[in-house]
């Protein structure tokens, strides 16, 4: 559920930001993270990277741009020494304390009968919201399918993720690589592009190296027919405290009121 937070700020938003941005568009400041036990931790980080580099610095013990770019400098926040210990072995070692201290312990990743590195879509949410949590602040996340041909409540389109670059949130996707109908990947979306008869298409790092430039792929479901296709949408939404939500509310104010 969209919090009602979230709403005012990415509206006051809109309202400051209304010219519609000419394609490709990439959002600047989110890191490459190369794959640190588990895609899922390791793509999402690079968004929480991204945050706390946008007004949020607490979510990771590095600081600055030069620090948080580097795998090696946020590793511990992304799988920690104490959950690797934990479940890394196989089978896993559960005399080791269960920390929930990093993104892999939301992400439940290597846990019970995945194997290592391995996560489940189904708790992205909590991984994002209660990692956020631990650090201090309120996180609102959510997943809808992108799957055509089943009869799904909801699913995200590409006007979604349109508008969630546009406003400078990005995105994490769970992907199928092999091309077998099925996603295996999860990777950082941080921006788009319409190329007209040549399709839609999403720019991301793939927690293949934190040295990549961003990967561009085609915007469309997962198939047997081709590889990259989309199968989940991570929507990731940070919640301003009160204050910076009455900055917003009297700068968009002072705004109206100077145009008037």
């Not at 607490?58 to 741009?65: H, I, K, R, S």
């Not at 030069?66 to 400098?73: C, F, G, K, Q, V």
């Not at 969630?164 to 994490?172: A, L």
């Not at 990731?236 to 145009?259: D, N, Y």
């Amino acid at each position: 559920m969209r919090n009602l937070a979230i709403n005012i700020a990415v509206g006051w938003f809109l309202f400051l930001t209304s010219a519609t941005p000419a394609t490709p568009v990439v959002l600047s400041q989110v890191p490459a993270y190369k794959w640190y036990y588990g895609c899922s931790p390791t793509a999402a980080a690079s968004i929480i990277g991204y945050w706390d580099l946008n007004g949020y610095p607490n979510l990771f013990d590095a600081q600055g741009w030069d620090e948080i770019r580097l795998t090696e400098n946020v590793k511990d926040q992304i799988s920690s020494p104490e959950h690797n210990a934990r479940y890394n072995p196989r089978p896993d070692d559960l005399t080791q304390p269960d920390s929930h201290n990093c993104i892999a312990d939301w992400f439940r990743t290597s846990a019970d009968f995945r194997d290592i590195g391995v996560s489940s879509y189904e708790y992205a949410d909590d991984a994002f919201e209660g990692y956020a949590d631990y650090r201090g602040y309120l996180f609102d996340a959510y997943y809808e399918p992108m799957y055509e041909g089943y009869d799904f409540v909801e699913s995200f389109t590409w006007m979604d993720l349109v508008n969630e670059i546009n406003i400078g949130n990005p995105m994490m996707f769970c992907v199928d690589t092999t091309g077998n109908g099925h996603a295996d990947h999860s990777v950082s979306v941080l921006g788009y592009d319409d190329r007209g008869e040549d399709g839609l298409w999403y720019g991301c790092y793939t927690t293949w190296s934190e040295d990549e430039t961003v990967v561009w792929q085609q915007f469309r479901p997962v198939s047997e027919n081709y590889t990259w296709g989309v199968r989940f949408g991570h929507f990731v939404h940070p919640i301003p405290e009160p204050a910076t939500l009455l900055f917003l509310s009297l700068g968009a104010l002072a705004l109206r009121k100077h145009s008037n």
